[in-house]
Structure formats: structure tokens, C-alpha cells
């Protein structure tokens, strides 16, 4: 083991950073060799986030030192940062959705005068050289998200980065896409490049890695130097601390209750006036889990909001406890049963400055007001009683709730939607980005609701999940319903093609 | 309506195009960085007050025309201060622009109400091309500042289209993390941008009260700096539109006070009969009808506007 940076391409060594009420690092370290493909590893809060965003000139450490290719460097800026050779990959693009690919992969290291024929030719041959296929004259927004990570990818290439961190990758990827980030990945690091893979997919972490470092509460719990030597299990084992979490025991299907809700024909628009979803009809009956397979983007996140009654369908009726409820507002629809659980938790399902407290009672005020007058009391008491139910862990109810880790906000989002027994729930993306004890959570809160005969529709990017969970799975393809099938027989390559647009028939 | 009322008409129009073109490119600049400055009004006002009063001292109207723009950009220097340094509320902070502007302008100004500068600018008679009829007078027989505007216009067009500059204010009114994690610094970009934006409309402001109306008086700029507001919106964000914009609404500016003379009846009215308070709100009655037909228009399209517009950013926070 040398005793200097010298002969790793990163060394990140006791990193400490505290933010106001939470410590993210506390003394934690990471050291990758130049040429692999090293995954860092840990629960949300374990503090991944904190320590690339430190290598990347994004967060200045409390202490702690940060080496690059045998140099130490105190980054003031991401400029820093890059001009050291790191290149990063956020897990929300940083993308400009309005530029081009050319414009987006040039912008920072672009030439004084723009010569955009010059400009768009040399990406081309960037992206023909590593095998990433991306039309350099396209705006970003018309990208997949795949395309997306290909152009996030070329630019760090355009600057030569000699360290790529990847945060989450594959979470937005289909699995052939997946397959192909592995290979482009390798290839880099044969090229002597370090990649930094951060995951919590262990099955992609052994396949893709050499080596890793895993965190646990802000510090480095455990190294591995060959991936190839250690089971999953054990790598699991060493995030959470604890063995376990994971499968949730679904208990056989009953026998499927009345339909509480149904779409017919209908067909939507997305925000940019596009057609997002045709001519789609589906029903949940109570008592059963319906899940929506599907590579996000292809409308998913419309489905969800015209059953919601957010986005207004062009065609079709919707109908809850066989009322219809096309024209009827989001309001209406939960007073009559609906729950949701939407995407984006802290944009969406809560209001990220406003106190636990508030985001508990503002979906209703029933039991907590009198009169005009909301009574603080009930309030807290209620908020008290999710928190306990649903295993929120909380600081002080009153803080603002952004502070909160994505597991929690989730339960407490999850308990506020369940707290007047709906009899369907819509859930997307429910798990997304949670750490292995809060997936498990709330999974089997949502296999409860099923044995308590509530209608769930499942909306997931998580093909484990959605097998695990669902009685029944409807494959998306660019707004159509494409495919349904019986989750437990189904191979995964007949999901794969159809996701891809091409259902076996 | 005779000939030369006529061409007076669209003299004026060109005129306060320009005015009102010059003070919005300053702020399509801005808001494209991703700042919204409502301050054009005063910054506006500042101009106006200073650029009259250096050119009393001086006799020099381009030295007046400059010393405007200095004091527009320290004034826009402010609000960057204020909004993009310690990431206050945009919008308080320009209305607090307009209305400290105002009240600063009528101070400085109290003891100059009421004088005439001894220069002015000229027009600047192109040869050859100044006599060709009515279009000689109202393209080619300007005051300079009009044509510095239009080579402005273009300049601001070239360097948001064809620079790594513009590349990197694009972006940082789109998304400023992004722009922040390639390395540019978002901070520079935005007061940079705030501050050319501010000398832009100051040197607006002294189109004002050295050529357009020469003098100064409390309340001269007249809410030009909140239709300059307007047309970036109108302009859909983008120079070749805001042009255009520009001389619809300097058309409505020029038509407004001489609607009066005008003895012609339109729809049924006698329009010189119309009460002028109710022709002053014509302008504005046009920004709120060119703000409904935009929103419409855009109502099922992602908003032409700079995505990151009007959002401080501070690189630390989670």
C-alpha cells in the first residue's frame, strides 16, 4: 500500500462535511487505481453523494484531502475539478435541454468563435470512436434518457477526463442500454481511465466493477479489491450493516374484488403537445397490484397524472368505484378514494420548505380543523401518528421537510396518501433511489393495502419489484399499452423486447 | 392627415423603437443569464437624469451617453449584488430598482428641472440616401444612437448565437448547475450580464433627455421602462423578435399623442375626441393583449422563456 496518492488515480482521504443538522462524511475514504472501474457503495445518507460531489469542486470538505492522479488539489470550483481530469455523470443530467448535443458536450470548453459545422463534426467522430451513437445537431429534449447519459458521457470525453464518476447510471436505462454502458465503461478503463460507478443495482455492480468501497453513515465501512471474490449477499450485507432487507413475501392472489378503477380509450398530450398516451384502456380491480413496466418517458408519467385528474385526457373516460370522473378535479378524485404517490416526491407529492407537519395535513384538513381553524394540536397528533406507523425518521416535526432522506419522505408521503383508506392507489416510481431498508418498507406497505383490498396501480422502473409485486404487468411503449402478462412465467427477455416496442407475439 | 404629419409619425415610431428596443435588449441579456430585473424603469430614470446632467457639464453628448451607461450598470450592479451575489428575490429586488431609481433620479435631478443642454445629437444625414422621400427621413436622417441601437442588436445576436460566451449565457439562464459543473463561474456570467443589461438601459434613458425630449423632469421615462419589460416576453427571448416587437410598440408610443390631431373617425368614434388619459394607456392595454396571445400560443409548448429564470442559485445547497 503506498502511503501518498501517488499511485491511485483518486484518493479521497478522511472526508469530513457537515451540512446544517446532518453530518454526510465523517472522516470517510476512497481510493481507486487508475484503470478500473470501482463502485462505491452505501445506503442513501451513507454519503456517496457528498464524497464525488467533493471530487468533483461541487462541495469544499471541512477537512480532509483530495488527490488526482498523485496530486493533491483543493478544488474551489467544478472548473478546478475538471481541468484536474474528473469528469462526473449526475444522476439528474446536466444537461441543457433547450442546446443541442453539440452545444451541450462544447459548452465550458468550447472555442471563442463558435464554427458550429466544425463544432458538430468533431463530436461525431467522438462519439463514433467509442460506439455512442448521438445526432450532435439534436436538442437535448428530444433525447432519451439513454441518449442523455451518451451525451453526458461524450462530454467529459471532450475534456479528456481521466476519472469519470457515474452516479446511479442504470436507473434510467433499459437493460440492453444497461449492457451497452457496461462495455463503453470498460473500454474506458482499458484505456487507463478510472470510472467511479456509484449503484445500488448489486447484480450491475459485480458484473461491471473491479473493485469497491463501501459506506456507511458518512464513513468507509469495507474496500474490496476484487469484486469477482465476494457474493451479493455479502455486499448487501456490508451496506445495511444488517442481513436482510430486500424480497417481500406476497401472499397468493385472491380472489380479485370489484374494479375500482378503468380507463377506456384514452389518449393524452404531453407538456410539449405530443401525443403521449393512446388509446389506452386498463382496469384495477381491488385487491390487486397492477404494474406498469416500461422505460420511463414513455408515458408513464402522463398515465399517472390523467388518472390523477392533473393532465387532461383528449379522448376517453375515466372512471373510479365505476363513477366517472374524466372532468372531475384532483380533489374530487380523493375524496371519492384515489391516492398518489407521484414521481417526484418533493416537487409533486410535498412542498420541500414546508415543515413535516404541514405536508401531513395538507392533503386534508377533515379531522384536524374546526371551522375555518386548523387546530395545531391535531395537527402534530395526527403528523405524530404517521411518522410512528410508518417509521418516518424525523428530527423535529417543525423543520422544513426537505431535510428529510428520500426513504422518509417517502413514508410519510405514502402514509398521508394511505391514511383514509383509499381503495386505489396509484404509485410511481415508489422506490426509486430509496436504500434497501426503505424499498422493503414501503413495498410491503404497498402489498398491505393489496391484502386490504386497495386497487394499486404500480407504476416502476424496477423489473424485480414489479415481478415480485404485481398480479398482473402492462409493458408501456411509447404511450400505448404494448403487452399484458403474468408476472411470475413471464422470462425476462419476452419483458425486454416488449419495452423495446417489439412484444412477442 | 397630410404627408409630412405623416412621416412625422413614423420619424417618431423609429425613435421610440429605439428607445424602448435599446433598454429591452439590455434586458433580453439579463433574463437570457437568467435574471429578471424589473428595474428597468429606474435604471432608466438614472440614465436619463445623469446622462442630461454630464451633458450640461460637458456639452458632449456622447460623453452624456456613456456616463448614462456607467451609471445604468452600476445601477444593474446592485440588483446583481443584491439577487445573484446573495441570491435575493429577483423580484423584490427589481421592484425596489424601479422604485429607489425613481425617487434617487428625482433627487439628483431637482436642481436641473427646467434647463436646455446647449448640444444635442445631430441627425446624422446619410448621404445620398437621407433624400430619397419619406424613407430618407424616417431610415436614414437619425440621430446616431438609433443606428449604435440597431449594430447593438446585432451584436447582441452574433454573441449569443456564434460565441462560447454566448454558449455559456445561454446555458446559465437554462440551468446554472450545468453551467456551474462545466466551469463556468454562474456568479460572473449573471452580474456580467445584469450590468451590461443596466448600462443598456441607462444609455436609454439619456436617448431620452438628451434627444427625444431633451430636459429633464420627474417622471420623463413614463413606464417605457416596464414596456422594454414587456417586449423581451413579446420578443419570445430572442433579438430578431424583440426588433420587431419593438417598432409595433414604438408605432403605438409615436401614434398615442398625435392621435388627437388626428380627425378621423374609427369605429364610430371621433378619435381626437377620445379623452388622452385614455390614450396614455394605450401601450399598456397592447402589453396585456400581446401577454394573453403569447400564453396561449404557448400553452401546449415548453415556454420560450429561459428555463433557470427568476431561480438564484447557490452551489452548496441540497
Request: hydrophobic content about 50%; charged content about 15%.
Amino acid at each position: 500500500m503506498a502511503s501518498s496518492g501517488a499511485d491511485y488515480a483518486v484518493w479521497l482521504r478522511g472526508i469530513e462535511k457537515q451540512f446544517p443538522g446532518v453530518i454526510a462524511c465523517a472522516g470517510a475514504d476512497l481510493r481507486v487505481r487508475p484503470g478500473t472501474i470501482h463502485a462505491l457503495l452505501g445506503e442513501n445518507g451513507a454519503g456517496k453523494t457528498t464524497m464525488v460531489n467533493v471530487l468533483a469542486g461541487v462541495y469544499r470538505p471541512d477537512a480532509g484531502e483530495v488527490w488526482v492522479n498523485g496530486q493533491q488539489h483543493q478544488f474551489q470550483s467544478p472548473a478546478d475539478a475538471i481541468a484536474a481530469g474528473v469528469g462526473m455523470v449526475y444522476q439528474e443530467f446536466r444537461l441543457v435541454p433547450t442546446l443541442t448535443v453539440a452545444e451541450n458536450i462544447v459548452l465550458g470548453a468550447a472555442p471563442g468563435l463558435l464554427r458550429t459545422a466544425e463544432i458538430v463534426e468533431r463530436v461525431a467522430e467522438l462519439s463514433a470512436a467509442y460506439g455512442m451513437a448521438a445526432d450532435p445537431t439534436r436538442p437535448v429534449w428530444q433525447l432519451s434518457m439513454g441518449e442523455r447519459q451518451r451525451v453526458e458521457i461524450l462530454k467529459s470525453l471532450w475534456r479528456n477526463a481521466s476519472v469519470l464518476v457515474m452516479d446511479e447510471p442504470t436507473a434510467v436505462l433499459t437493460p440492453g442500454e444497461a449492457a451497452e454502458l457496461g462495455s463503453t465503461l470498460r473500454a474506458m478503463a482499458e484505456e487507463g481511465r478510472s470510472v467511479i460507478y456509484i449503484s445500488h443495482k448489486l447484480d450491475q455492480v459485480v458484473a461491471f466493477c473491479d473493485e469497491a468501497t463501501v459506506l456507511r453513515q458518512g464513513k468507509t465501512a469495507a474496500t474490496v479489491d476484487n469484486l469477482q471474490d465476494v457474493d451479493l449477499t455479502k455486499l448487501a450485507e456490508m451496506m445495511v450493516g444488517t442481513s436482510g432487507g430486500g424480497n417481500v413475501d406476497r401472499p397468493p392472489p385472491r380472489d380479485r374484488g370489484p374494479e375500482v378503477l378503468s380507463l377506456q380509450n384514452i389518449g393524452s398530450l404531453n407538456d410539449r403537445g405530443l401525443p403521449a398516451l393512446i388509446d389506452i384502456n386498463m382496469t384495477v380491480h381491488s385487491g390487486e397490484i397492477v404494474g406498469i413496466v416500461g422505460v420511463s418517458g414513455n408515458g408513464q408519467k402522463e398515465l399517472a397524472e390523467v388518472i390523477t385528474g392533473l393532465r387532461r385526457p383528449t379522448q376517453g373516460r375515466v372512471a373510479l368505484k365505476e363513477q366517472d370522473v374524466t372532468g372531475a378535479s384532483p380533489g374530487d378524485r380523493y375524496r371519492l378514494g384515489l391516492a398518489y404517490v407521484p414521481e417526484d416526491r418533493l416537487g409533486v407529492g410535498l412542498a420541500p420548505k414546508m415543515s413535516v407537519v404541514d405536508n401531513a395535513v395538507v392533503r386534508s384538513y377533515k379531522s384536524q380543523r374546526r371551522g375555518l381553524m386548523l387546530v395545531m394540536d391535531r395537527c402534530v397528533e395526527f403528523c405524530q401518528i404517521l411518522v410512528e406507523r410508518f417509521g418516518v425518521r424525523v428530527g423535529r416535526l417543525n423543520d422544513p421537510i426537505a431535510g428529510l432522506s428520500g426513504g422518509n419522505l417517502q413514508r410519510l408521503l405514502l402514509g398521508r396518501e394511505l391514511a383514509e383508506q383509499p381503495a386505489v392507489l396509484v404509485a410511481a416510481q415508489p422506490t426509486r433511489g430509496l436504500d434497501v431498508q426503505g424499498v422493503a418498507a414501503i413495498q410491503s406497505h404497498l402489498v398491505e393495502q393489496r391484502a386490504n383490498g386497495v386497487g394499486v396501480l404500480l407504476i416502476s422502473e424496477d423489473l424485480d419489484e414489479l415481478q415480485a409485486l404485481s398480479d398482473v404487468l402492462l409493458v408501456m411503449y411509447e404511450g400505448r399499452v404494448v403487452g399484458e402478462y403474468p408476472p411470475d412465467v413471464t422470462p425476462r427477455s419476452i419483458l425486454g423486447s416488449a419495452m423495446a416496442g417489439n412484444p412477442p407475439t | 392627415m397630410s404627408e409630412a404629419a405623416l412621416v412625422g409619425l413614423f420619424v417618431a415610431t423609429v425613435q421610440f423603437a429605439t428607445l424602448v428596443f435599446l433598454a429591452a435588449l439590455g434586458e433580453l441579456i439579463a433574463e437570457r443569464a437568467g435574471v429578471l430585473n424589473l428595474g428597468v424603469e429606474g435604471m432608466m430614470a438614472m440614465g436619463a437624469v445623469s446622462g442630461f446632467m454630464v451633458g450640461l457639464e460637458t456639452g458632449s453628448p456622447w460623453a452624456a451617453f456613456f456616463a448614462a451607461a456607467a451609471v445604468g450598470a452600476l445601477v444593474g450592479g446592485l440588483h446583481a449584488m443584491v439577487s445573484v451575489v446573495l441570491g435575493a428575490d429577483q423580484v423584490v429586488s427589481g421592484l425596489a430598482l424601479t422604485i429607489g431609481g425613481l425617487g434617487l433620479a428625482a433627487y439628483v435631478g431637482r436642481n436641473v428641472v427646467g434647463e436646455r443642454p446647449e448640444t444635442q445629437f445631430t441627425d446624422l444625414g446619410i448621404a445620398g440616401l437621407a433624400d430619397i422621400r419619406w424613407f430618407g427621413d424616417i431610415f436614414f436622417d437619425q440621430p446616431p444612437v438609433v443606428y449604435l441601437t440597431v449594430l447593438l442588436g446585432l451584436a447582441v445576436w452574433f454573441v449569443l448565437a456564434r460565441t462560447r460566451l454566448g454558449l455559456a449565457l445561454r446555458a446559465v439562464g437554462e440551468s446554472a448547475p450545468t453551467t456551474d459543473a462545466v466551469g463556468h463561474s454562474v456568479m460572473a456570467l449573471r452580474a456580467g450580464a445584469v450590468m451590461v443589461g443596466g448600462a443598456f438601459a441607462g444609455a436609454a434613458g439619456s436617448f431620452l433627455s438628451l434627444y427625444m425630449a431633451p430636459g429633464w423632469t420627474e417622471g420623463m421615462v413614463a413606464g417605457r421602462g416596464w414596456i422594454a419589460v414587456a417586449l423581451v416576453i413579446f420578443g419570445a427571448w430572442r433579438p430578431g423578435r424583440l426588433a420587431l416587437g419593438a417598432l409595433l410598440f414604438g408605432f403605438t408610443l409615436a401614434l398615442q399623442p398625435r392621435l388627437q390631431s388626428f380627425d378621423i373617425e374609427f369605429l364610430g368614434v371621433q378619435v381626437n375626441r377620445i379623452s388622452p388619459a385614455l390614450l396614455g394607456i394605450l401601450p399598456f392595454v397592447l402589453t396585456v393583449v400581446v401577454l394573453v396571445i403569447i400564453s396561449w400560443r404557448y400553452r401546449h409548448r415548453p415556454s420560450p422563456a429561459p428555463a433557470a429564470l427568476g431561480l438564484p442559485y447557490r452551489r452548496e445547497e441540497r
